[in-house]
């Protein structure tokens, strides 16, 4: 009985005395999270930026294709909606560039009315579902406010729509032009790389 009481006494006291080891062995300057955080963002901030320097050697070598750093020729102004997408006699390759940037508009916009059209979907199933959705100023206001974009979004759309008619068409004109006019078109077209099967 005594030997389980000595057992029992230093099963007791062992875990005290392990816990009070650990705690002299640690240091007693441990930085917080925080902060070690500071730091290292002040030795991040110490550290120069590394530029990027562009050159023959590092441009990306496309076959057949154009290097433009920078923002696209001909890149439609968004200041003047009404604007024509080209110059009558501009080259292929910025009529090209022009239909493509209307292109990219037209596709962003039409995500962004998607957008808006969800959360007017949300917003009206949220209002309708309220009982006390008639005396619901607030809602019936934002439901409004969000139509109302809804139509503006549209109308942009509609617009971009027409300038990448006109880009796609002045593009189509250009290079009917280039072909037709025998101008000093050098380019080759790309090699076929899934020519047709021979019969």
């Given at each position: 009985?005594?030997?389980?009481?000595?057992?029992?006494?230093?099963?007791?006291?062992?875990?005290?005395?392990?816990?009070?080891?650990?705690?002299?062995?640690?240091?007693?300057?441990?930085?917080?999270?925080?902060?070690?955080?500071?730091?290292?963002?002040?030795?991040?901030?110490?550290q120069?930026?590394?530029?990027?320097?562009?050159?023959?050697?590092?441009?990306?070598?496309?076959?057949?294709?154009?290097?433009?750093?920078?923002?696209?020729?001909?890149?439609?102004?968004?200041?003047?909606?009404?604007?024509?997408?080209?110059?009558p006699?501009?080259?292929?390759?910025?009529?090209?560039?022009?239909?493509?940037?209307a292109?990219?508009?037209?596709?962003?916009?039409?995500?962004?009315?998607d957008?808006?059209?969800?959360?007017y979907?949300?917003?009206?199933?949220?209002?309708?579902?309220?009982?006390?959705?008639?005396?619901?100023?607030?809602?019936?206001?934002?439901?409004?406010?969000?139509?109302?974009?809804?139509?503006?979004?549209?109308?942009e759309?509609?617009?971009?729509?027409?300038?990448?008619?006109?880009a796609?068409?002045?593009?189509?004109?250009?290079?009917?032009?280039?072909?037709?006019?025998?101008?000093?078109n050098t380019?080759?077209?790309?090699?076929?790389?899934?020519?047709?099967?021979?019969s």
């Amino acid at each position: 009985m005594k030997i389980a009481g000595c057992g029992l006494a230093i099963l007791l006291v062992l875990p005290a005395g392990l816990a009070r080891a650990q705690e002299q062995s640690a240091p007693s300057d441990a930085l917080s999270p925080a902060e070690a955080a500071r730091r290292a963002r002040e030795a991040k901030q110490s550290q120069p930026k590394a530029t990027k320097t562009f050159d023959n050697d590092t441009l990306p070598k496309t076959p057949g294709g154009i290097n433009v750093v920078g923002e696209a020729p001909g890149a439609i102004d968004e200041a003047a909606p009404g604007a024509p997408a080209a110059a009558p006699g501009s080259s292929p390759a910025a009529a090209s560039a022009e239909a493509a940037a209307a292109k990219s508009k037209l596709q962003n916009l039409k995500a962004d009315l998607d957008s808006l059209k969800r959360a007017y979907d949300l917003d009206s199933q949220m209002y309708n579902s309220n009982p006390n959705g008639s005396r619901d100023k607030s809602g019936a206001d934002k439901l409004a406010d969000e139509q109302a974009q809804i139509n503006a979004k549209q109308q942009e759309i509609d617009e971009a729509q027409r300038q990448l008619d006109a880009a796609e068409s002045q593009a189509k004109t250009s290079n009917q032009a280039g072909e037709a006019g025998g101008g000093p078109n050098t380019e080759t077209p790309p090699p076929n790389p899934n020519p047709p099967p021979s019969s």
